[in-house]
Nanobody, 127 residues
Framework: QLQLVESGGGSVQPGGSLRLSCTASGGILDHYTVGWFRQAPGKNRREGIA?????????NYDASVQGRFTISRDSAKNTVYLQMNSLKPEDTADYYC???????????????????WGRGTPVSVSS
């Protein structure tokens, strides 16, 4: 059973940066499409913001983070990262990573398409 653990969240000022990590155990993360999601305070929906797809490595971003966030893999560390730059107060949320096993979801950022989830890490952006 694949298990995912997020880390790297914290509090930053607007314009700051954070790097989130999603580290897997119980499986090889390269074999999964991995997505990053966030759930803002008071919202009951997890918003898909980025994914990196197996097996071709293609990447998708939501428009809200395009140009500011970068998703990447480190196969040796069985980890997927989310580099977040130029953070805004509206980026405040709990951030989750999730993995989609084969057959893959074709690059979807829909939360219902993903099979395994971490517990999340909080990000707060305020001055």
């Amino acid at each position: 059973q694949l298990q995912l653990v997020e880390s790297g969240g914290g509090s930053v000022q607007p314009g700051g940066s954070l790097r989130l990590s999603c580290t897997a155990s119980g499986g090889i993360l390269d074999h999964y499409t991995v997505g990053w999601f966030r759930q803002a305070p008071g919202k009951n929906r997890r918003e898909g913001i980025a994914n990196i797809n197996a097996p071709d490595g293609s990447i998708n971003y939501d428009a809200s983070v395009q140009g500011r966030f970068t998703i990447s893999r480190d196969s040796a560390k069985n980890t997927v990262y989310l580099q977040m730059n130029s953070l805004k107060p509206e980026d405040t949320a709990d951030y989750y990573c999730a993995a989609d096993r084969p057959p893959y979801n074709g690059g979807s950022l829909g939360a219902h398409e993903y099979d395994y989830w971490g517990r999340g890490t909080p990000v707060s952006v305020s001055s």
